[in-house]
């Protein structure tokens, strides 16, 4: 609140609107780490297997082969078409089963990608860690609460690498995102809020069924794997995020993201409860993961975090993460970080309009003699700052980076399993919330449903 009288409201009216025609400060983010500069010996490469390759696992392997020293060597998948792709996309000698195990039995791999559906990831990662390989699984980590313990157990007996997907965790953005809120650049944080919007049938996971897709070339029963026993259905096997027997719906594709982006640079560990609404609102076509959810989560470090994931928005295809501090505000989104900084008023101000003229003055004069003008359009300093990514800049490539970084120096990753529980456990408190029509608790220490 200012002080409102005419000749105020214009001085600030004017230093407003000149304020608002400042341009942000642009600064070019470096590398988070140089490229090794010497070539890495064909015996010292690591070599790599995919398992479970479509879209989300090709895009890895694709990524992973770009950092020096990776060799992809095979690939295993439940449908044929993916098998022939592998070999296409990495050669004719690239070793291919619908059956991973065989994967796993194979001296020369070191490390495997895990890019199957959501109910797969605990059970391919555990079977890969006790074969001795190192693992890349991706987000969500889990789909069961139960698979969280057993996958950070694992990783502890096996003494095996396990980096969970979240690739915003080794993303610039986010790294400066997090030394700004370290430094007080927004002074204390109150609340993150977070979004995605898509309008689009292909945000709505309306994948592409292949037009040969039958029990031949499909394995359907390792597809489903420990979900219901059901007829072959190719639109379960190709477009399975629909349906909560193989997802974690929205909660665990792009809540997980938020949780992960929000926990990463807060260092928060997860929140102490959750609520959340949602349901099906416009696709209608069998799924029965809902396609609007909204999330909230009070978190002990000071804050509250709001998420909003929507399928039937009519407008713009949107993703924003939004930090709100008590001096201004930092957004992250696809190529930049904006800080605008907006410094608490050290004055309280005054409602005196309503007050006789003289008194008015005689409040005004007292007023300033305690709180004198430090500023002579009497507004505080309003700066914004922008951060911008490397053009082409890829943080999926520089979370491979620090995987086989860590692959090769055994030192811990950027993304344990602890912290893919905490992310992950606390994204799908919003399906528990749904179902339970209740506040859900989390102790985010024991990572346990409270
Ligand atoms: N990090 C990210 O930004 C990101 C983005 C998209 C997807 N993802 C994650 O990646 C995973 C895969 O998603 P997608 O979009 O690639 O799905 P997809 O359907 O395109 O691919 C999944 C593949 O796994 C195969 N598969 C299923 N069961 C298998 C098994 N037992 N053994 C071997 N292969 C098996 C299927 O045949 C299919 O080809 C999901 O968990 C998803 O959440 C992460």
Redesign the pocket.
């Known amino acids: 609140m200012r002080i409102f009288d005419r000749r105020n409201f214009l001085r600030v009216a004017a230093a407003a609107s000149a304020g608002s025609m400042i341009m942000p400060r642009m600064h070019a983010l470096a590398l988070a780490q140089e490229e090794p500069t010497k070539p890495v010996a064909a015996n010292d490469h690591i070599q790599i297997a995919l398992?479970?390759?479509?879209?989300?696992?090709m895009g890895d392997a694709r990524s992973a082969v770009q950092v020096p020293g990776v060799k992809l060597v095979a690939v295993?998948?439940?449908?044929n078409g993916?098998l022939t792709r592998g070999k296409e996309l990495w050669g004719d000698d690239v070793f291919t089963t619908r059956d991973?195990r065989e994967i796993l039995a194979r001296k020369d791999i070191d490390a495997v990608i895990i890019?199957?559906?959501?109910h797969?990831?605990k059970q391919?990662s555990v079977d890969a860690m006790r074969a001795g390989k190192d693992v890349y699984c991706?987000?969500?980590m889990i789909h069961l609460y139960a698979d969280g313990p057993e996958m950070i157990e694992t990783a502890h007996k096996t003494n095996r690498i396990l980096q969970i997907?979240?690739?915003r965790v080794s993303s610039v953005l986010y790294a400066k995102a997090k030394e700004l809120l370290a430094s007080g650049a927004i002074g204390q944080l109150n609340m993150v809020t977070a979004s995605w919007d898509r309008n689009s049938s292909l945000g709505a996971w309306n994948?592409t069924i292949p037009p040969d897709a039958s029990p031949e070339t499909?394995d359907w029963p390792?597809?489903l794997?420990t979900a219901p026993k059901i007829p072959f259905s190719a639109e379960q096997?190709?477009q399975?995020r629909k349906w909560k027997a193989y997802g974690s719906g929205v909660a665990?594709?792009l809540f997980v993201?938020l949780f992960s982006g929000t926990h990463f640079v807060t260092g928060a560990h997860g929140p102490t409860q959750g609520m959340a609404t949602g349901a099906l609102r416009f696709w209608k076509d069998g799924r029965d993961a809902p396609d609007v959810m909204l999330g909230l989560f009070d978190y002990k470090e000071g804050f509250n975090l709001s998420l909003r994931v929507n399928f039937v928005d009519g407008g713009e295809e949107s993703e924003s993460l939004i930090f709100t501090g008590s001096e201004g505000t930092m957004q992250i989104g696809w190529t930049s970080l904006t800080v605008s900084r907006v410094p608490r008023e050290k004055e309280p101000g005054l409602t005196i309009d309503t007050f006789p003229e003289a008194m008015q003055t005689q409040i005004e004069e007292a007023y300033r003699t305690k709180y004198p003008r430090t500023h002579p359009e009497g507004q505080p300093p309003v700066g914004s700052e922008k951060y911008v990514a490397p053009a082409g800049y890829s943080d999926q490539y520089d979370h491979f980076k620090n995987f086989f970084a860590s692959v090769r120096s055994r030192k811990p990753v950027v993304e344990d399993a602890v912290f893919g529980y905490r992310a992950a456990g606390a994204a799908l408190l919003s399906n528990l919330s749904i179902e339970r029509h209740a506040v859900v608790r989390w102790d985010p220490e024991a990572m346990k449903l409270a």
């Open positions: 398992i479970g390759a479509g879209g989300q696992g295993a998948d439940c449908y993916r991973y890019g199957t559906p959501d797969w990831h391919a991706e987000k969500p997907g979240s690739q994948y499909c390792r597809f794997g096997f190709f399975w665990g594709d993201h």
